[in-house]
């Protein structure tokens, strides 16, 4: 998994089964709000 910034967004790369990538461009709020669910879920 990898994000980078390109200018104003963030673009988040995920593999996936069968060898792809997933591509995500996310703006700020966007990526906040992911992180915010990630570890109401992660942190048991």
Request: hydrophobic letters at 40%; a negative charge.
């Amino acid at each position: 998994m990898e994000v980078t910034k390109e200018g104003r967004s963030l673009i988040m790369r995920v593999p996936i089964d069968g060898g792809g990538r997933l591509v995500l461009e996310l703006n700020k709020d966007e990526a906040t709000e992911l992180r915010d669910c990630l570890v109401g879920v992660t942190d048991a």
